[in-house]
């Protein structure tokens, strides 16, 4: 079974241009949630999607955004990139059944100069 | 809110010994589930193993085993027979067992240097 995967793996942006970065779970997963991971800040929650919905936000302003689409695919956008939001952008997938265990994709280096 | 302490920045073991690495949380519930992920240099994180906190018997995968302690929220990871491939990033991470929100909160992290 495939695992999951993230596009681009790699992106340079400039300050103020927004970015999209793609997630596609793992065969059967209907919960993406995203995490942002700096040297500073550790690993931190963006928000979570089930079934097309945004079920859960963590504490990041409006510019963070995302969307599930009906195949479970899950977009993030960044608006208004700043030099702090470079970071390591991570996806993980999860059944929601048991412990609910997440599995991570291999990330977004995001660069903002 | 809950909060996860790794107070070891970093750790070192020598290949085909045992380490353990520590891990303390913090949370108000009963009902939760705690895990242990590794980040190699790769960057891909993977799940090593998890604990549901309902469950007095410490998990078991492997090389790899936890120290459960309810009372004293405390939940560490041992490594037997160290080998190479673990050197990496551990990072350990609570979630609510009940409720909506499947969001992981994660320790700081400990790096691991095995060496040969």
């Known amino acids: 079974k495939a695992g999951v995967t993230q596009t681009p793996r790699y992106l340079i942006k400039t300050r103020g241009q927004q970015v999209t970065l793609s997630c596609s779970p793992i065969?059967?997963?209907?919960?993406v949630s995203w995490y942002q991971q700096t040297p500073g800040q550790g690993l931190q929650f963006l928000f979570e999607?089930?079934?097309?919905?945004?079920?859960n936000k963590g504490n990041f302003p409006g510019r963070f955004s995302g969307r599930q689409f009906s195949n479970s695919r899950s977009e993030m956008n960044v608006s208004t990139l700043e030099l702090g939001d470079s970071a390591l952008y991570l996806c993980?997938?999860?059944?929601?059944?048991?412990?609910?265990?997440?599995?991570f994709g291999p990330g977004t280096r995001l660069t903002v100069t | 809110a809950q909060t996860v302490t790794q107070s070891q920045p970093e750790m070192s073991v020598q290949e085909a010994e045992t380490v353990t690495l520590s891990c303390t949380y913090d949370?108000?519930?009963?009902?939760?589930?705690l895990f242990w992920y590794k980040q190699p240099p790769s960057r891909q994180m993977i799940l090593v193993i998890r604990?549901?906190?309902?469950?007095?018997q410490n998990a078991t995968e492997n090389r790899f085993s936890v120290n459960f302690q309810k009372a004293a929220k405390s939940f560490s990871l041992k490594i037997s027979d160290s080998q190479l491939g673990d050197a990496a990033m551990y990072f350990c991470?609570?979630?609510?067992?009940?409720?909506?929100?499947?969001?992981?909160?994660f320790g700081k992290g400990t790096l691991l240097t095995v060496n040969p």
């Open positions: 065969s059967g997963h209907r919960s």
């Open positions: 999607y089930f079934s097309e919905t945004q079920r």
């Open positions: 604990q549901e906190a309902y469950k007095q």
């Open positions: 993980a997938s999860g059944r929601q059944t048991g412990a609910y265990e997440q599995y």
């Open positions: 991470a609570y979630r609510r067992g009940s409720g909506s929100n499947y969001k992981l909160t």
């Open positions: 949370t108000s519930e009963s009902d939760y589930y």
